[in-house]
């Protein structure tokens, strides 16, 4: 691609590479853009004679075009791509969604000279209209060798991202003290409504025991015929693991114990199990306060519908310093 100084007359089909302004500031057209008829007319009103233009060689393939050939190939889920100017795609979530990150892939493309990347954090909560991955092309055109060889690696290793819908979220918790489990709604249960208001929901099923392995069992299994998407364990006592009562309680219904210990702050004392598909977690103190801890980062994925691995959750520690 190589730029020049036309004639205003000639520059039909080119490439602007420079922004023109009006003598008062106001932007007419756009680095980028390409000229027509009707752009050139407008110039020559503005008494305009030439015009610094470029225009594609063989084997280049233009910005525009580029950013939208990544982006149909990069995401999948519940998001539509919108072209905007200086040869960028958004990727805009359509419902209310987890978004998921492939942060190795991501990295890998975004090494690339031609195409770069950015998305919202793994995990995030991104709601319907919003704006949750962009694609930026190197300026005007790159070339059609670059551009195959990043859509070959995202078809073959891919998506880059997706954006699982939450649909009809439906969650339990379950409030638990070694004296009076109405003590722990008490406590947490306003602090549990405002977390969960973050996030359009509110709990579907409550119930309060006594912190002993025999009653929180029994208040698990009665919770988990109601089938919601994951059950939440607000105890009053920590810390949280597989030999505390909480923990035996859920290896006593059977419960596969995915992970205990968590990299994020706060949040460390974070226990995730699952009932066949049934999310429980466990976190002491995370349900003191409304401020962010790790039960915020790990419910986006569950309200979607996605199984959180110990790996993922080991995988929190970058961006886990939250406080």
Request: proline share 5%; net charge neutral; aromatic share 4%.
């Amino acid at each position: 691609m190589k730029a020049q100084t036309v004639d205003i007359r000639a520059s039909m089909g080119r490439i602007l590479c420079c922004t023109i302004f009006r003598p008062g500031g106001k932007k007419l057209l756009a680095k980028g853009h390409v000229l027509s008829e009707e752009d050139i007319r407008l110039l020559q009103t503005e008494g305009m004679e030439h015009v610094w233009v470029t225009e594609l060689e063989d084997g280049e393939i233009g910005e525009d075009d580029a950013v939208m050939q990544v982006s149909r190939e990069l995401g999948c889920g519940c998001l539509e791509i919108r072209l905007a100017a200086g040869g960028r795609a958004n990727l805009v979530a359509t419902e209310d969604c987890a978004v998921l990150v492939d942060d190795e892939l991501l990295k890998q493309i975004n090494c690339t000279s031609s195409i770069v990347i950015s998305t919202m954090l793994n995990f995030s909560h991104a709601k319907a209209g919003q704006r949750i991955c962009t694609v930026k092309s190197a300026p005007f055109a790159i070339a059609q060798a670059q551009l195959e060889a990043v859509i070959n690696i995202i078809r073959e290793r891919g998506p880059i991202l997706q954006a699982r819908p939450i649909r009809n979220p439906s969650l339990a918790v379950l409030y638990s003290d070694p004296v009076s489990g109405d003590r722990a709604r008490q406590l947490f249960e306003n602090i549990m409504r405002q977390r969960l208001e973050r996030f359009g929901i509110t709990p579907s099923f409550a119930l309060s025991c006594t912190e002993d392995e025999g009653s929180v069992a029994r208040s698990l299994s009665h919770l988990l015929r109601a089938r919601p998407l994951g059950i939440l364990v607000a105890s009053t006592t920590a810390p949280a693991g597989p030999d505390d009562t909480v923990g035996r309680a859920m290896a006593k219904i059977g419960c596969h114990l995915e992970r205990f210990l968590a990299p994020v702050e706060p949040g460390n004392l974070f226990l995730l199990g699952y009932k066949e598909d049934v999310p429980i977690v466990s976190a002491p103190g995370c349900f003191r306060s409304a401020k962010p801890n790790v039960v915020d980062m790990v419910l986006p994925p569950i309200l979607a519908r996605y199984r959180v691995s110990g790996w993922e959750i080991a995988c929190l520690g970058h961006g886990g310093l939250l406080a």
